[in-house]
Nanobody, 118 residues
C-alpha cells in the first residue's frame, strides 16, 4: 500500500512561516485527493487543506488566506505553505488522502509537530 510521509514541522514564532512536505511512496494520482490534517492536544483531528485529483483546492476557514496547498507530481510531493502562523496553529500535522483503489483514507503516519510560540 502506498504511504505518505510528513516532514517540515518545527517551532516558529507567531507571524512566522513553515512549509510542510508530504512525500508519497507511489503515484500521487492514485489518490482522489490528498490533504493536510492537524490534531491539537485534546482536540479532534481536522482537515486543514486538500488538493483533489484534478487540482482543485479547499481550505478550512481557520487557515484561509494564510495557507497554500500545492503539489509536485514528478516529486510525488504535496506541500503546505503556512504563513502568519498563530499559536492556535500548534498541532501535529498529518498528510492523508482517499486512496482510489480502497475508496478511503490510508493508515495514518506519524505526522510532524508544529509549535507556534513566542
Amino acid at each position: 500500500q502506498v504511504q505518505l510521509v510528513e516532514s517540515g514541522g518545527g517551532v516558529v514564532q507567531p507571524g512566522g512561516s513553515l512549509r510542510l512536505t508530504c512525500t508519497a511512496s507511489g503515484n500521487i494520482f492514485s489518490f482522489n485527493f490528498v490533504g493536510w490534517y492537524r490534531q491539537a492536544l485534546g482536540k479532534e483531528r481536522e482537515l486543514v487543506a486538500r488538493v483533489t485529483y484534478g487540482g482543485s483546492t479547499n481550505y478550512a476557514d481557520s487557515v484561509k488566506g494564510r495557507c497554500t496547498i500545492s503539489r509536485d507530481i514528478a516529486k510525488k510531493t504535496v506541500y503546505l505553505q503556512m504563513n502568519n502562523l498563530k499559536p492556535e496553529d500548534t498541532a501535529v500535522y498529518y498528510c492523508n488522502g482517499e486512496y482510489a483503489p480502497l475508496g478511503r483514507l490510508i493508515n495514518w503516519g506519524q505526522g510532524t509537530q508544529v509549535a507556534v510560540s513566542s
